[in-house]
């Protein structure tokens, strides 16, 4: 079974044909929460991109033959910090943020990873390997600290395609004086007396936030493994870390084979309302907009550009599910001609895919009941329209805000009552505007407005 899909591979720095280890047992690892505060936007994208990939191998190379594998890191040094500045313990703040977590997936319609394991359930396995790279010699004990000692392993910044000098003056490295080189990273370290720890061959302490992923990715996904997937800002140091500690351990010199990375996602400040564009953790903006509008605004950029978040973007992909939902019915989801799936398999290119969504949407509303379930189809495999449209019409019905054009016509009509000097009616359109959500406010003979 040979398919047709390429991936621009981080490690190589060039696009590579995908083949599998085996085409039965496809594993990827996409590098999960830290679990101290509420996911942002930013945060959203690589949950939003991943279950696209993962959406896409399910269809390519069967339901059952994908294991997708995303963490939960439930202890870090931010978990202590975050948990003593909101004064909540750390069981309360990590449950808290993890079920808000579980929330904002399913509202971004990301199916459930197979497998979603918790580093704190995990520290085991984290103690067996740290043992392990001590007794291959590329890690040492100080004090109570175990460091990787990143010199012992000749592949580190491959990739990210720096040396360790362009590695030290691009970064910010943990400065300690416990460290032999500044490039060192830790594996274990004590913990103070309040703070959550587990008895260790070093002492009572805790693990380093990159040694999860190298231990949990082995545990379910096995030494060597298909697609790692993250943050740009993950590929140094943490998916640099993972790859040496991961080596160092099995002494071997494979891990993931192809490494993706998408873009940061930038905010458009100044034209910002307050209404939607403040909103940056997924949570409140659960409350403002539909989760399929934030999902398709997610992929309206290829995934390795940046994404700019603004109002417009919001707009206009809410603008495009209100026509495409015209279309929507209940449907049995039926495979894909090639030529539609083929933006997929050429690097996850979604706004070409989204584009091909359009024409097909536009042969759906002309066209047969074949062409409306080839557009339903098409339109489901990247999880959108899946929602029952009765629940689109409400979430509308009950969010909708005024057209401008109206408002601006309120606001012209009440300015000449004003001039006439009829009052009363100017009253009565200020009040009608503030029913619909709106309020105006007289400035130096202008009218401003904006939604309440
Ligand atoms: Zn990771």
């Known amino acids: 079974m040979i398919k047709n899909l390429n991936f621009f591979n981080t490690l190589s720095n060039k696009r590579e044909k995908f083949t599998p280890i085996n085409n039965n047992k496809i594993g990827m690892?996409?590098?999960?929460?830290?679990?101290?505060?509420?996911?942002?936007?930013?945060?959203?994208?690589?949950?939003?991109?991943?279950?696209?990939?993962?959406?896409l191998l399910r269809n390519l190379y069967g339901k059952n033959k994908?294991?997708?594998?995303?963490?939960?890191?439930?202890?870090?040094?931010?978990?202590?910090?975050?948990?003593?500045?909101?004064?909540?313990?750390?069981?309360?703040?990590?449950?808290?943020?993890?079920?808000?977590?579980?929330?904002d997936c399913n509202y971004l319609n990301c199916l459930n990873p197979t497998y979603e394991p918790k580093a704190t359930e995990h520290i085991k396995e984290m103690i067996n390997m740290v043992s392990n790279l001590l007794k291959n010699n590329h890690a040492y004990e100080n004090e109570r600290h175990v460091y990787f000692s990143v010199s012992s392993f000749k592949?580190?910044?491959?990739?990210?395609?720096?040396?360790?000098?362009q590695l030290v003056a691009g970064s910010r490295v943990e400065?300690?004086?416990?460290?032999?080189?500044?490039?060192?990273?830790?594996?274990?370290?004590?913990?103070?007396?309040?703070?959550?720890?587990?008895?260790?061959?070093?002492?009572?302490g805790r693990p380093g936030w990159h040694l999860e992923c190298s231990v949990m990715s082995e545990k379910f996904?096995?030494?060597?493994?298909?697609?790692?997937?993250?943050?740009?800002?993950?590929?140094?140091?943490?998916?640099?870390?993972?790859?040496?500690?991961?080596?160092?351990?099995?002494?071997?010199?494979?891990?993931?084979?192809?490494?993706?990375h998408n873009g940061f996602v930038t905010f458009d400040k100044e034209k910002m309302s307050k209404s939607i564009g403040n909103i940056v953790t997924i949570n409140k903006l659960r409350q403002n907009v539909n989760g399929q509008v934030v999902r398709l605004a997610l992929l309206s950029s290829h995934y390795k550009q940046p994404l700019d978040w603004n109002e417009k973007l919001i707009k206009e992909s809410?603008?495009?599910?209100?026509?495409?939902?015209?279309?929507?019915?209940?449907?049995?989801?039926?495979?894909?001609?090639?030529?539609?799936?083929?933006?997929?398999?050429?690097?996850?290119?979604?706004?070409?895919?989204?584009?091909?969504?359009?024409?097909?949407?536009?042969?759906?509303?002309?066209?047969?009941?074949?062409?409306?379930?080839?557009?339903?189809?098409?339109?489901?495999?990247i999880g959108l329209l899946q929602e029952d449209k009765q629940s689109w019409e409400n979430f509308?019905?009950?969010?909708?805000?005024?057209?401008?054009?109206?408002?601006?016509?309120?606001?012209?009509?009440?300015?000449?009552?004003?001039?006439?000097?009829?009052?009363?009616?100017?009253?009565?359109?200020?009040?009608?505007?503030?029913?619909?959500?709106v309020i105006i406010e007289d400035k130096q003979n202008k009218t401003t407005w904006k939604y309440k």
């Open 29 to 55: 690892y996409v590098c999960g929460p830290t679990v101290y505060d509420f996911p942002h936007i930013g945060n959203a994208r690589p949950l939003v991109v991943f279950d696209v990939l993962f959406r």
């Open 66 to 103: 994908v294991t997708y594998v995303r963490n939960i890191t439930d202890i870090d040094d931010k978990i202590i910090e975050a948990s003593q500045k909101k004064q909540k313990n750390i069981k309360e703040l990590t449950e808290t943020i993890t079920k808000s977590f579980h929330e």
């Open 155 to 165: 592949n580190y910044g491959k990739l990210s395609n720096k040396n360790s000098e």
């Open 175 to 204: 400065i300690s004086k416990y460290k032999k080189d500044p490039l060192d990273f830790v594996l274990w370290k004590p913990s103070e007396e309040n703070d959550p720890g587990w008895d260790s061959p070093w002492g009572r």
């Open 221 to 260: 996904l096995g030494k060597q493994f298909d697609i790692h997937g993250g943050g740009l800002d993950l590929i140094f140091p943490h998916h640099e870390n993972e790859i040496a500690q991961s080596c160092s351990s099995n002494k071997n010199d494979k891990f993931a084979n192809y490494w993706l």
């Open 318 to 381: 809410q603008n495009t599910l209100d026509k495409w939902y015209s279309q929507f019915e209940k449907i049995k989801s039926e495979e894909l001609k090639d030529d539609i799936l083929k933006p997929l398999q050429e690097d996850l290119n979604t706004p070409e895919y989204i584009t091909k969504l359009h024409s097909l949407y536009e042969k759906s509303s002309k066209g047969s009941k074949s062409s409306k379930i080839e557009f339903l189809s098409a339109c489901q495999l």
């Open 396 to 437: 509308k019905k009950s969010k909708i805000k005024v057209d401008e054009n109206f408002i601006n016509q309120k606001i012209q009509d009440r300015n000449e009552a004003r001039k006439k000097a009829n009052y009363k009616l100017a009253d009565t359109l200020r009040k009608e505007l503030e029913d619909n959500g």
